[in-house]
Nanobody, 115 residues
Framework: QVQLVESGGGLVQAGGSLRLSCEVS????????MAWYRQRPGKEREWVAR???????FYADFVEGRFTISRDNAKDTVDLQMNRLEPEDTAIYYC?????????WGQGTQVTVSS
């Protein structure tokens, strides 16, 4: 059974930074495209960033240039460095593969950005 555990969220002022981390167990991430997603209050979950098995990275327009996704296949972890955070980035952040395992969403980590 795959487990995804996100951490690193918190409360930060606008313009600040946070680094999220996702630990994957029950499956190696080697060879799997991984991604970060988020769900803002009252909104559907949306894709934020993706890193391919070959380490190519792709970003949603609203985070391009501010967020950086990375992976460590040896540790089965995926990180998201978030810089220049904006109040609109307030959300619960999740990691999953891309496309996602529908049955294996973790609890996510809350990011709150104050203005």
């Amino acid at each position: 059974q795959v487990q995804l555990v996100e951490s690193g969220g918190g409360l930060v002022q606008a313009g600040g930074s946070l680094r999220l981390s996702c630990e994957v167990s029950g499956s190696t991430i080697s060879g799997i495209h991984m991604a970060w997603y988020r769900q803002r209050p009252g909104k559907e979950r949306e894709w934020v960033a993706r890193i391919s098995s070959g380490r190519n990275t792709f970003y949603a327009d609203f985070v391009e240039g501010r967020f950086t996704i990375s992976r460590d296949n040896a540790k089965d972890t995926v990180d998201l460095q978030m810089n220049r955070l904006e109040p609109e980035d307030t959300a619960i952040y999740y990691c999953n593969k891309n496309p996602p395992w529908p049955a294996y969403w973790g609890q996510g980590t809350q990011v709150t950005v104050s203005s």
